[in-house]
């Protein structure tokens, strides 16, 4: 998944975008209103986590300017407001979500994981693939209860193209939201990345689930429960 961070301090920037990365997430950070704008107009996010007081344009600002232009991006409201009207007033503002500062990055992570569930219909966060489960909690595969080890990149393409399946997902649509903004144009991050993935599974006697349509993208092709 791809976050969007719109944090003024420069010390939780830093330490919330090593975590999230680490995390396996793509990540773009701002640290004021109006940037933070301009991020979120002019990409396509899974969750944006974005702060109340920032300079040049308040937080609820932002999120009001989105919600108008009819941005549904999730929204996780991250302040040190932590009053009942302020919780009522960011949640009623359009806000997906509200997590006070401070806070533990664990739940952080669990509650960006339901926003990114949400997003895409799906409740729970283990998902049967045929042969394999994908547990987006534990970012893990398996097949008949054994593991199967995935460098991050090769995860997060696979539950990309899980928490979509039933559509071609074109491959600039899985580098916008797998990788960094600074991605090459025309690169073959993606084409490799699927290209070890399948390998990895296959070697595993796992079936054949990504299905390649030339000129179009990806599709993953597993029957679900």
Not at 25 to 38: F, I, K, M, S
Request: hydrophobic share 40%; net charge neutral.
């Amino acid at each position: 998944m791809r976050l969007l961070l719109v944090e003024d301090s420069e010390r939780l920037q830093r330490s919330l975008s090593t975590g999230l990365r680490s995390a396996g997430y793509a990540v773009d950070v701002t640290g004021n209103g109006p940037e933070g704008l301009w991020y979120a107009q002019t990409h396509d996010y899974d969750v944006i986590i974005l702060d109340l007081m920032l300079p040049g344009m308040d937080g609820l600002s932002v999120m009001a300017q989105l919600r108008r232009e009819g941005k549904q991006t999730h929204i996780l409201i991250l302040t040190a407001k932590d009053t009942t009207e302020d919780r009522v007033r960011g949640l009623r503002s359009g806000a997906d979500d509200y997590l006070v500062k401070p806070f533990s990055f664990d739940e952080l992570l669990a509650r960006i994981e339901a926003l990114g569930r949400r997003k895409v219909g799906e409740k729970n966060p283990r998902i049967g693939l045929g042969e394999l489960v994908l547990d987006t909690a534990a970012k893990t595969v398996s097949q008949n209860g054994q593991a199967i080890p995935l460098a991050p990149r090769e995860y997060n393409v696979l539950e990309y193209l899980v928490l979509h399946r039933g559509r071609v997902i074109p491959r600039q649509e899985i580098e916008e939201h797998i990788y960094e903004s600074n991605v090459e144009p025309m690169s073959n991050v993606v084409d490799s990345a699927v290209c070890s993935l399948r390998k990895k599974l296959e070697l595993r006697g796992a079936a054949p689930i990504i299905q390649t349509r030339r000129g179009m993208g990806y599709i993953l092709s597993a029957p679900t429960p």
